[in-house]
């Protein structure tokens, strides 16, 4: 059994910035890929970003790309979202992920943590 617990986030302003973490326990996240997604009211979650176990490599939605950024510290067994020049449309609850496919969808996915509101204000 893993358990994901996210932190960060908050209230931000237009183009601002605000970093998420997720600490992760039952499981070394160097065996797995970690993603980050994310929930709008009335809207599907939906894949933000990830990061392999064994080699750190990353890919991220397009909607993020260039403004969002996927690490991690194996050390410390944690996953972090760097997110910047954020957008009112970036609102939403970012959930952490424990998956098992680099390339999976959400279905991939075994373990979710509780989840972190991030509001953008325009």
């Known amino acids: 059994q893993a358990h994901l617990v996210e932190s960060g986030g908050g209230l931000v302003q237009a183009g601002g910035s605000t970093r998420l973490s997720c600490v992760v326990s039952?499981?070394?996240?160097?065996?797995?890929?970690m993603g980050w997604f994310r929930q709008a009211p009335g809207k599907e979650r939906e894949f933000v970003a990830a990061i392999r176990g064994t080699d750190a490599t990353t890919r991220y939605a397009d909607s993020v790309q260039g403004r969002f950024t996927i690490s991690k510290d194996n050390a410390k067994n944690m996953v972090y979202l760097q997110m910047n020049n954020l957008k009112p449309e970036d609102t939403a609850f970012y959930y952490c992920?424990?998956?098992?496919?680099?390339?999976?969808?959400?279905?991939?996915?075994?373990?979710w943590g509780q989840g972190a509101q991030v509001t953008v204000s325009s």
């Open positions: 992920g424990l998956g098992l496919s680099f390339l999976g969808d959400r279905s991939s996915y075994a373990y």
């Open positions: 039952g499981r070394t996240i160097t065996a797995y890929t």
